[in-house]
């Protein structure tokens, strides 16, 4: 990892990616933007029992929509309807109990969903970081499996179905992290090297703005974007960068302000106007990559990614 990457991103962070970088972006905020009416459309949500994705559904649910809840954990997911049903007094919230690292159970869930029910916009929010190099029980690894390769699985597997409405959309929640990284298409699974929990997760990151890229390429009639969304107080900055919180918590961005570009991109008519594939941050496209940082990979790194991704999908498609 570039000590250059690493020093410019920090700055850069330091005056962008906090509560006060947040709230001088949200001056040029158009309410209106979000004033909309979700009744007729439904929404997918990763992760969303706590933090941004949490929050994420919360907005949704307020406004009218259908949400799908999908949590590896059920009583922490009941416990999380159960808050949004009550601020947004929306019944139509549905949990789904999905272990996001099982490759295996990501496609058996995106298929039997894909039967019963319709989507219009596709939130990819959940997301790991783990600390040690851990293998999953299909033998993967464990940041790459739950970031990478489900958020994949998921999205490409409901494509037919996101293609069968109006307006269809896919958000997934990557990170400004990811500008310290290269694209490194040769160590997936961080099998060499000392293993580095902070530097794995910015690779996946990496890896989700060149997938949504691609998608947006590959797929004109639905609108695919990325985000990053701030540093911001949540249970998973809490217990996986203990440190970086403890001495960032002041400066930190709240759940809701973490999730505002999430619910601008999947609500907002703004939103889809602007091309499709790009990466956001505080409701505007931002560069995927930092002045002179040698982080720009070919198109045949890309299509490397491409090619490994597919090869796992189908190695665990039931």
Avoid at 72 to 81: F, M, P, Q, V
Avoid at 139 to 161: C, D, H, Q, R, S
Wanted: hydrophobic share 40%.
């Amino acid at each position: 990892m570039s000590i250059y990457r690493n020093a410019v991103w920090f700055v850069k962070g330091l005056q962008e990616y906090t509560k006060s970088g947040y709230e001088a972006a949200a001056k040029h905020f158009s309410p209106a933007d979000l004033d909309v009416n979700l009744s007729d459309r439904c929404f997918m949500v990763t992760g969303a029992n706590s933090g941004i994705g949490k929050a994420t559904a919360q907005e949704i649910a307020k406004r009218g929509g259908t949400v799908h809840m999908v949590c590896r954990n059920k009583e922490r997911a009941e416990t999380a309807k159960g808050d949004i049903v009550a601020q947004s007094k929306n019944e139509n919230i549905h949990v789904h109990i999905v272990d996001m690292s099982s490759a295996r159970q990501v496609w058996e869930f995106a298929q039997s969903f894909s039967q019963n029910n319709k989507l219009h916009v596709l939130i990819n929010n959940a997301g790991c970081m783990v600390n040690q190099r851990e293998l999953t029980e299909e033998g993967l690894e464990k940041n790459f499996a739950t970031n990478t390769l489900g958020t994949y699985i998921l999205t490409t597997a409901l494509i037919p179905t996101l293609k069968k409405v109006e307006d269809p959309r896919v958000i997934t929640v990557s990170s400004g992290g990811m500008l310290t990284q290269k694209l490194n298409v040769d160590d997936l699974q961080f099998e060499k090297g000392t293993f580095d929990g902070t530097m794995a997760y910015a690779q996946n990151k990496r890896q989700q703005v060149i997938l949504t890229e691609r998608w947006a390429s590959q797929h004109k009639e639905i609108h695919f974007s990325s985000m990053h969304p701030g540093w911001a107080d949540t249970p998973a900055v809490q217990s996986s960068m203990p440190s970086f919180h403890a001495k960032m918590q002041s400066k930190l961005r709240t759940e809701a302000m973490g999730a505002d570009t999430v619910v601008w991109l999947a609500v907002s008519p703004a939103a889809v106007k602007l091309p499709s594939g790009q990466f956001f941050q505080d409701r505007k496209p931002v560069a995927t990559h930092l002045p002179l940082a040698s982080s720009r990979s070919s198109p045949q790194e890309e299509e490397k990614l491409l090619a490994a991704m597919e090869e796992f999908a189908q190695k665990f498609k039931p």
